[in-house]
């Protein structure tokens, strides 16, 4: 995989200096198939900024964000990205490329309008934002109507940006590339509903970058093909991730990606696995359907995870525990991201009291790693543990 | 009445906004709605012949809501959840959401879930607002709620209602204009605190009492009061919730002139075009209003640049120093302070940030940065 990530970074580099293809920058939720069918690279800030945060740089990063005036309370994906913009400080030499223009969408958090129009400011490029209304309950048929207009406007926005005509032939083309990739992930993390788990939702979320950034591509779907094959042969040979696994357990929100190491350790040591997480699970969602594609991926979109109520939210992950038969519920409160975070006290509530599933929830951040308090985890998850084993035991 | 009562009279609303609107509620037997946020068309709870209310929690600590939001969201988000917990608002008939940013959005969620209160609405309004597209959406959506309010307090939002109910609010918001216009042209006239509680008054009485008493008080007010030529400062951010602080300013020496906040300015700039309510429809004249009143934070539009506005607003009413204010852990203020911070610092107007959390004010403290800021305005002339 890091071939496949490092050929991506490669061209864009590339691109950026012989100018030979556009760039974009776009939202992890955003309308990426369409940038595919233009030739547009797409870059993720976002994708970007867990790098820095798994590559121990984010502190510095948000560190010159905070100099510049932006609150330490602002997502740390944000306060990444943009401190690395600014000092072009990162894992990639140079930093990520500059876009040409900009793509949004709302649909994960309000946080990215924002971010964008930060960022359409500092590049002085254009900005499309997607603005795709909250559900509540159920969609409405003007919120519906609204986002295919939007996605009608992007295609004369690309155009423009792009000096070219729309194809839409090649649109169909990647739209159905990017839907068997998502099969395919979607297989991928179902091979985790077997007991042992032939890898760990901290597997999946190494995994997880080419789902998000070359989605819609041949690369993407051959890598995933050959991870699936992989991880079948792991169940066949009845290989576990977490060698021993006693434990089965769900994980809630973004990881924290400047601990992977340490609490994947920290898990498996209990024999604990963590089989399947809402995060990546997330991604499955995006699915095109109908005839028309353009309509189908607005409506795939409008319809993100962190773009429901969290009555859905608790349908969904209700969903989840009972597919990967999870012991108990692991819920990271992310300071960074409140769409995710909040309600998920009541969340976890629910779930224990409805499933009688033991939750526990870590305080903690997603890149920025000053808030995290290593001694209370520990001793916060040991005793989950001990209450979950508990329970297994009890239940035998 | 004269202006002195009619004062004492909105401060006593202000000091007791759950009391007041509970009194009104019994005395005028109507339902009445509360509401998050200025963008909610108030216009309309109105015509549905209920009392709309902006709910705003209490200045102390936090006793339920922390067992459903995180230490890390804003004061009005948790002070307001902890309201309904306490069983505060239980006599109140409804409460709407109308879309602003993350936290509020969730809110809504664990509102429903929670605050047992009967009739519950979200309106999800676009955060974009320059485009036709946004706001078709934005006339439908208000449509949507339009049939919601119908439907559960067994009315018809008529356009005639409508129509009739935008007059009474935009006489609302010229009179707290006027009184504006009064504070900045003769500051001395009247206390900035005075002003804030006639901004507040008006999200907690029936708005026909408000234009009575506004009436009088602008009839009463001492226009030629002479000024000294004090140092004249704005606040710019979300909500001013500690009135102290203006007090602060104005006992330093300096006079607040103006805003640009929610619990402010923004809160009655741009009237509802009547002429436009009369030829395409009230509810597409109120979209009209969302669309074109100077944005909040958390809404999106390229072709209104905040940092400008704010540049212009002190121009016009001669500031010469901004304070800024706001909530702490409040995302859409958070992101676009840098900017503003910028683009007064291109004017050479020098500001100050403020950060408050409702249970914990530290007032003491920021009673001295304050009169230092004050100190350097004039050190600055
Ligand atoms: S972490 Fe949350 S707030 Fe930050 S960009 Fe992602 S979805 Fe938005
Ligand atoms: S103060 Fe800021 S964070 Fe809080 S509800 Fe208002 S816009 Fe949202």
Redesign the pocket.
Known sequence: MRELMTAYYTEAKTAEIDGSKKIAWITSGGPVEPLHAMDVIPIYPENHSAMLGASKMSIEMCEVAEEMGYSRDLCSYFRGDIGSAVTKKSPIPGALPKPDFLVAANNICGTVTKWYEILSRFFDVPLFLLDTPFIHGKITKQSSEYVEAQMRELISFLEVNCGKKFDHDRFKEVAETALEGLYLWEDILATCENRPAPMSCFDAFFFIAPIVTLRGTKECNEFYRKLLAELKQRVEDNIAAVPNEKIRLLWDNIPIWTRLRDLSELFASHGACLVADTYTNAWARTKIEGDDPVKGLGNALHKAYLNIDFQQMIKEVKGLIKRFSADGFVIHSNRSC?PYSLGQFDMARTIQEELDIPTIIIEADQTDDRVFSEEQTKTRVEAFIETVTEKIKKAL | MGRDEVLKTFEGVVSDPLGSIKEYKEKEKKPVVGY??TYTPEEMIHAAGAIPFRIIGENKAVERADGHLQSY?????RTGLDLALLGKLDFVDGTVFPH?????QR?SDIWKVNAKIDYHADVVLPVKLNTESAKKYLIEELGAFRKSLDEHFSTTVSDKKLRESIKVYNEMRDNLSRLYRIKNEAPKSITARDVNNCVKAAMYMPVEEHNRLMAELLADLDKGAKDEDAPRVIFSG??CVFPEILDFVEKAGAYVVGDDM?TGYRYFVTNVDEKKGDDLGPIEAIADRIIKRPI???KHNPDFDRGEFLKSLAREVKAEGVVFL??K?????SFDYPRLMKSLDEVKIPHILIETEMDNPALGQLRTRIEAFVEMIRDNR
């Open positions: 409140k | 998050f946020c969201s804003c004061s009005l988000i602003t940013c993350d936290s509020i809110l979300n909500l929610c909040c934070a958390a706001f909530l852990f409040c995302d859409p203020h």
